[in-house]
């Protein structure tokens, strides 16, 4: 009884606990490697007269290609804006692919893609998800007319200015002959690049 050692393309893989008598020829189960696909299911093995087993023909039939498996995931990418998930990323077991950054309207990304690996369980991660695989979004920055509704009719506030997701104050535009009852009203700056009233009935 002997562990037995099978050269593989990912390494050597031990099978313990292989039983025989010495002289016979004796045929090992190859070892499923998570991720892959070996190119056989047993390969032949001699068991020697210091008690030892030995795969025959190390370089050829008693080596063990395994294949990567083929992956579809969804990898998700940390972001400043929270995380963004990108779906249906494809790869092989082992593999470093690179995702695309999705877009995110009213928003500039550092960065085009981040590298990411194939796990051998079939998911998609990224590297180094505090740095090369973070992104971070730059608001853009807009400018648009404002319409603040009033009891007089809608008017209109040209060329506010802000970034998205911003917050601004809008100035309330004089009426010749009326004294509002504010000054300034609150805005946000939309991922559109439109300007909107905070809660425009109240």
């Known amino acids: ?66 294949t990567p498996n083929d992956a579809k995931a969804n990898v998700t990418i940390p972001s400043n804006q929270g995380n963004q998930t990108v779906p249906d990323v494809t790869g092989k077991t082992g593999e470093h692919v690179d995702v695309t950054v999705p877009v995110k309207p009213g928003y500039t990304a550092d960065k085009p893609t981040v590298p990411a690996t194939v796990n051998a369980d079939g998911t998609i991660t990224v590297d180094n998800p505090t740095t090369t695989g973070k992104v971070t979004y730059t608001p853009n920055d ?45 805005a946000t700056v939309n991922p559109d690049g439109t300007i909107t009233v905070d809660n425009p009935t109240t």
């Open 142 to 186: 807009a400018k648009a007319n404002v319409t603040i509704p009033s009891n007089q009719g809608n008017q209109t506030v040209p060329d506010v200015t802000g970034k998205t997701g911003e917050h601004v104050t809008v100035d309330v535009p004089l009426l010749k002959g009326y004294t509002p009852d504010k000054t300034t009203v609150p």
């Open 1 to 66: 009884k002997a562990n037995v050692t099978i050269p593989s393309n990912q390494g050597d893989q031990t099978v313990p606990n292989v039983t025989g008598k010495t002289g016979e020829h004796v045929t090992v189960d190859v070892p499923p490697l998570e991720g892959y696909t070996p190119d056989k299911t047993t390969v032949p093995a001699t068991v020697n007269a210091d008690g030892t087993i030995t795969v025959d023909n190390p370089t050829t039939t008693g080596k063990v290609t395994y």
